[in-house]
């Protein structure tokens, strides 16, 4: 656990009248977790005090007692605090290089061992990743040999992904081959469905990665700039977890800010950059 006592490391001055003491922030903490359910000492103080802050400025919040108070009475602003939390900053096929890393070596390697594959994407936000997952299995011929499951802490953006409609900035980047896979619905305001037979294929849940069990026996587990603004206990407890989730040969895919050090003390070993395996 932190050390409470020290200092942050990053300039305290702000708008807010008065700066919530370590004392006051260790009491926000404790009052929100039991509002959201939420276990908030897994997260870096130093990165969540800014955010807090940063949310009390925009809202003229003179103290961590009145923005609970905020919080609680306003549903919109708890739901901002959330995202505030949870990122949600996706996209589909984040890093192209790595996608095609995934199709070209370890998805053949684990068709080679498995008949069928159960895929997680953890900290799933908007549904991004695993639609990209979804379009690329359809693509080579396999989505019906595929389980795949999504889950996120933030139930806004779980409704958002089992709805599969987004738009046009939101699918921008996708690769041309992909298209074919949305079809517009709405002229006006350039919204995009993604193809029934995707969203049909995807179990989204509602799972805070930090305090729930998890399924076992995944074949492919995907857990992107999820982990950044964890403490490094945190990551390594679930990193464990991911681990015992994964069947013999399985893949953990994670993002370009999650580099894992202690690779080999939790098990798994690297593939390249991206990619660990049990």
């Known amino acids: ?43 870096k103080n130093i990165q969540m005090e800014r955010r807090i802050v940063s949310l009390m ?20 602003q708890l739901n901002a605090y959330i995202n505030m939390l949870t990122i949600n900053v996706t996209e589909f096929f984040r890093n192209p290089v790595t996608f095609i890393e995934l199709e070209k070596v370890f998805i053949p390697e684990l068709l080679q061992k498995n008949t069928r594959l159960k895929i ?27 389980e795949l499951v999504a889950s996120d802490f933030d139930k806004n953006v779980i409704n958002k992904a089992k709805l599969g409609i987004y738009s046009k900035l939101e699918i921008g980047n996708l690769p041309p081959e992909y298209m074919n896979y949305f079809q517009e619905i709405d002229t006006n305001t350039e919204k995009f469905q993604i193809a029934p037979k995707l969203t049909s294929k995807i179990t989204f849940q509602y799972q805070d ?31 464990q977890k991911f681990y015992n989730s994964l069947k013999t040969g399985g893949i953990l895919f994670v993002g370009s800010t999650d580099w894992i050090n202690n690779h080999k ?12 395996q049990k």
């Not at 400025?57 to 919109?76: M, R, S, V, W």
């Not at 908007?126 to 979804?134: D, F, K, T």
């Not at 995907?222 to 990551?235: G, Q, S």
């Open 265 to 276: 003390d939790l098990g798994f070993n690297i593939r390249s950059s991206f990619f660990y």
């Open 57 to 76: 400025n925009q809202n003229n919040i003179a103290n961590l007692a009145n923005y609970y108070d905020l919080l609680k009475k306003f549903p919109n």
């Open 209 to 239: 990665l930090l305090d729930s069990e998890f399924e076992s026996d995944f074949n492919l587990i995907l857990c992107r700039n999820v982990v950044i603004y964890f403490t490094e206990e945190a990551k390594d407890r679930l990193y």
């Open 1 to 43: 656990m932190e050390n409470k006592k020290q200092e942050p490391d990053w300039d305290r001055s702000n708008n807010v009248e008065s700066v919530p003491s370590f004392e006051e922030f260790r009491i926000f903490k404790k009052k929100i977790a039991s509002l959201i359910n939420l276990d908030l000492n897994s997260y």
């Open 120 to 146: 997680w994407s953890s900290g799933c936000s908007i549904g991004a990743e695993i639609y990209s997952i979804a379009m690329m299995f359809d693509k080579l011929g396999i989505l019906d040999k595929c």
